[in-house]
Every structure is written in structure tokens, then in C-alpha cells.
């Protein structure tokens, strides 16, 4: 995190300021319960206070202390004054978060960045939240209570969101830490399919989820207003939820419809909207650690075919993934519904160590490890050299590099998807590579972004720069010099866009890892 952190004074998840929380917001089993402040990284990559809490259950801890719960939690509103750490977790989460208690857990939970301290609330951004969820948990380690390394995330809804994002990029975001894997229940996994289901009845009834969303999305996307679409009293509704609480929401959209505010096919001839929500979907990639995924047969919020497709999609990934549904419960009853299943299941995956593996050929490429390839194994190798790198994930240069790998899957997608089901297997990707596949310049734009990621200036990389980058993917140092040699094809000190083109090219059309290019693609 070397590139992040200098730019702040503190490192990510130093805890700044621990206090008391009142008695009324403690959960059950709580021996004692602060509001914390702690350091983090905006999603600008400015340093930035976050608020939080922690829970300490009681008792005595276990020999090598307490496990904890990174939690996140659901929407209750956009505005500093909804924010769990100064109102409390909502009734349901109390109960939640009590049973982890009670199992002998920690519980750290992040308010998320922009509620109840400076700037803006990205809301369903999980690029811009999954540090403040891991960050917590680095700050509850500030506190004088014995913690073990070890430890999970949870989320709820909006929450759930935000843990499988954290789920992509834990171990290497915080390496000190022992993650052992993800609980997410009732995720909005994608926003989009969630929004053709829920507009598609003009009379059918307003979710709580529509207006937050509509609102939220103006934080990431300052250019971008949905009002414009809408009915006056859309219009009004949507600007009353940047403000509003989850309890005051659900009395404004008691009565509301589609047609009422003008959200009816609210996708239908809008690509510009469809576009901002699909920036919101969780990343189909394979999980380093477990994941139970939950959904409720009658929740009236996250429609249940929703999470159904994401978890046939990531089994298909080779992610060890449990997935349970509970028929007749509600959005809001997923926190109370088999809780004895997910104790079970995170004691379960407590004791035991994670495990590795090794891969070759085509498969370095398909990191979904569904045996083709898409656009979400390039966005997932993006979101991983981003992270690599220290750079914030909305900054210019971050957009560049996914800009760049998209442009790379574009290029290898209509070449060789022949059967055009937008995807190519592995048959596919042997024939296009035995054509003799030409790439280099739709590698050229990747390999820019990738020096410009660490470059000080001279549009070239020189041996520091490509140590920065090499040591967050996980290589020792002699193996990053190494490697600077490999790329380095005039042997004159530095290596330039046309040598890394070469490198990206060599390794897309014989993945091995032998080649010099192959750290693009996986080793992070």
C-alpha cells in the first residue's frame, strides 16, 4: 500500500479516537462497545476519517484472542445523522451481530466512508467501501482487548455488496491479517437486472431500494442525474432520500409506484443508465477464501433470481461457495434466518488453513476458472493490479487500466468468439491463436496505463518504478529485478511501452508462466 499511504498521515487502519458507545446502542452480549474513528482511504485516494464501532463479547478471550467479524452494514440512509455509529444498528442487525457475540466474536463494523464523517457517501460502490470494512477491523486491533489475526467479513444488503468486494481484495489489502472468507446475505450483486426486474410493472410498488440508489449513484457520478427521467414527485423522492432515514423512506415510498414517479422500464432506450449501474456489479471472479451466500425467497427488495444467477455464476468459477435460500423470508428477516447455519459455517472455515493451487495455459487467463473467457476476468484482473499498484481505485489512472484491459478483451472477444455467445473457450482461443492473432495495438493502450500507474515522468519504467509494481504483485525483490531484466529487451536501463506490448503480447497468445508478461494477469 506504499502508493495509497503516502499519500496520508496515518496508515489504513490506525485508529484514531475510541470512545464509549451510549448503552442503548450496545448489542446483547456486548461486555463493553465503542464508537471508533479511524484512518482509511477515500475512494478519491485522499487519507479520510471513518466512524465505526466495535463490540466485545463477553467472558474470557480464547487463547490467542478473539476472531472477528468485519461487518457491513445494510442501507439506512446516505445522511451523517443515519450512521450506525451515532443512531445504532437497526433492530435486526442488533440481533445479528448479538449472536456473533454470543459465539465469541468480535464485531467491527464501519460506518463506510461519508456518513457521520467529511465527504460524500458512495453508496453501492464497493471499489470505493471494501477498505473501510477491512480497515475496521485493522483498527479494532488498536484497542486493549486481545484479538487473533484471524477473521471474516459479513455483510447485509448494502453490506453484502460491500463483503464480496472485500472478498476480491482482502488478503492482499491487508496481508498481516488472516482472512478466512465471506458471509453475504441478501447482496444487491447487480443493480442492473435488479432494476429491470423491480420498474418493470408500472403499478407494481416502489422499492426501498430504487430512490437510495438513485440518489447515491449522483456521488460517483457528479454528471450524472437520473431526475431528469423522472415525475416531479420522482424528482422530489429522490432528492428527500439523500437526506432521509431508512424508517422515514419506507413511510414516503408507502404509496408510491413506478408510474407514480416515473421509474416504469426506467432502463428501456437509457444505455447512459444502464451504463452507471453496471459499473455497481459485483465482478464475477474466482474467491481466494470461502463464501456463504444466503437469499430469501420472499424478500420484496433483492428479487431472489438476482442471487440465484450470481451463485450458479460463481460456482461456476471454481469458488468454494455455500449457498442457502430461506423461502419465506423477507429482505430484513435474512438476519435473523439461519443463524445457526452461518455460526456453524464460520466456525467451520475458523479452523482451518486456506488453500493454494497452480495453474497453467489458458486457465492464468480464465481466472473465473469457468473454462472461457469474458470481460469479468479482465475487469477482475484490473480491479487487482489497481489495488497492487496503491492506486485509488477512481482515480484517472485507475479508470486507464480498466479502460485498457477492457479494450484487450474487446479486441480477443471479437476475434475469436466465434459461436457468439460473447465469451471464448478455450477451443476457441487455440483457433484464434493458430490464425496468427494480432494484438499489439490494442495491448498499446494497457501497457501506457501500467506505466503510467508507477511512472514519475519519463513515460518509460525504470527499475524502481516496475520494484513498486512488482512487489504489490507479490514478487520478492531479486524476483522483481529479475523481471525488469526479462522486460528490458535493448538492455538499456529502462523499459518502454513498446517492450511492455511485446511482453503482454508473448504471454496473451501462450499464457505460461515463464513468460516476462504474465504478472498482468493473476499474480497479485
Not at 460491500?162 to 491487508?174: C, D, P, R
Not at 493490479?385 to 477492457?406: C, I, N, T
Request: net charge negative; charged share 20%.
Amino acid at each position: 500500500m506504499a502508493g495509497r499511504s503516502a499519500q496520508i498521515e496515518q496508515a489504513p487502519g490506525t485508529l484514531l479516537h475510541h470512545e464509549r458507545l451510549p448503552a442503548e446502542l450496545w448489542p446483547d452480549s456486548a461486555a463493553v462497545s465503542y464508537r471508533i474513528h479511524y484512518r482509511s482511504i477515500g475512494y478519491d485516494g485522499a487519507g479520510r476519517t471513518i466512524g465505526g464501532s466495535v463490540f466485545v463479547p463477553a467472558g474470557d478471550p480464547p487463547s490467542g484472542g478473539w476472531p472477528v467479524v468485519g461487518y457491513a452494514h445494510g442501507t439506512c440512509g446516505l445522511a451523517d445523522a443515519t450512521a450506525p455509529s451515532r443512531v445504532g444498528l437497526s433492530k435486526q442487525e442488533r440481533l445479528h451481530v448479538g449472536a456473533w457475540l454470543a459465539a465469541g466474536w468480535v464485531v467491527a463494523a464501519t460506518d463506510y466512508e461519508g456518513l457521520a464523517t467529511p465527504g460524500p457517501h458512495p453508496y453501492l460502490n464497493g471499489e470505493a467501501v471494501f477498505d473501510d470494512v477491512i480497515d475496521a477491523v485493522r483498527a479494532a486491533h488498536g484497542l486493549a482487548h486481545p484479538l487473533s489475526p484471524a477473521w471474516i467479513v459479513v455483510g447485509f444488503s448494502q453490506g453484502g455488496h460491500a463483503a464480496m468486494f472485500a472478498a476480491i481484495a482482502a488478503t492482499k489489502y491487508a496481508p498481516e491479517l488472516d482472512f478466512r472468507g465471506t458471509i453475504a446475505l441478501a447482496p444487491p450483486v447487480h443493480a442492473t437486472m435488479i432494476v429491470q426486474l423491480q420498474t418493470s410493472d408500472g403499478a407494481g410498488p416502489l422499492t426501498i431500494f430504487m430512490p437510495f440508489l438513485l440518489a447515491g449513484l449522483r456521488t460517483g457520478r457528479p454528471d450524472f442525474d437520473v431526475r431528469a427521467f423522472l415525475t416531479p414527485a420522482g424528482r422530489e423522492m429522490v432528492d428527500f432520500a439523500a437526506h432521509a432515514s431508512l424508517g422515514q423512506m419506507f413511510k414516503a415510498i408507502a404509496a408510491a409506484t413506478n408510474d407514480h414517479i416515473g421509474t416504469t422500464d426506467l432502463l428501456v432506450g437509457r444505455p447512459q443508465i444502464e451504463s452507471v449501474l453496471d459499473a455497481c456489479r459485483v465482478p464475477l471472479t474466482r474467491l481466494d477464501r470461502p463464501l456463504f451466500l444466503a437469499a430469501g425467497g420472499a424478500d420484496e427488495v433483492i428479487p431472489l433470481e438476482v442471487v440465484d444467477r450470481f451463485a450458479a455464476d460463481l460456482h461456476d468459477t471454481g469458488s468454494e461457495i455455500f449457498y442457502t435460500v430461506h423461502p419465506d423470508a423477507s429482505h430484513a428477516a435474512m438476519l435473523t434466518t439461519g443463524l445457526d447455519e452461518i455460526l456453524t459455517w464460520a466456525g467451520n472455515v475458523l479452523e482451518r488453513s486456506p488453500i493454494s493451487g497452480t495453474r497453467h495455459g489458458f486457465d492464468l487467463l480464465d481466472i473465473t476458472c469457468d473454462g472461457f473467457l469474458t470481460r469479468d476476468d479482465y475487469d477482475a484482473f484490473a480491479l487487482r493490479l489497481v489495488q497492487a499498484a496503491g492506486e485509488p481505485p477512481g482515480s484517472a489512472k485507475a479508470r486507464a487500466v480498466r479502460d485498457g484491459y477492457r479494450a484487450l478483451w474487446q479486441s480477443v472477444y471479437l476475434a475469436a468468439d466465434t459461436d457468439g455467445d460473447d465469451r471464448v473457450s478455450s477451443a476457441e482461443f487455440a483457433d484464434w491463436i493458430r490464425s496468427g492473432a494480432e494484438l499489439d495495438a490494442d495491448i498499446t493502450p494497457l501497457a501506457r496505463a501500467v506505466i503510467d500507474l508507477v511512472d514519475t515522468g519519463d513515460g518509460v519504467l525504470q527499475p524502481c518504478e516496475l520494484d513498486r509494481l512488482l512487489l504489490g504483485c507479490n514478487f520478492s525483490r531479486d524476483e522483481a529485478r529479475a523481471e525488469f531484466d526479462r522486460l528490458d529487451l535493448d538492455g538499456n536501463g529502462e523499459v518502454s511501452a513498446d517492450e511492455l506490448v511485446a511482453a503482454i503480447h508473448d504471454f496473451c497468445v501462450d499464457p505460461s508462466l515463464d513468460k516476462p508478461g504474465y504478472w498482468l494477469f493473476g499474480r497479485f
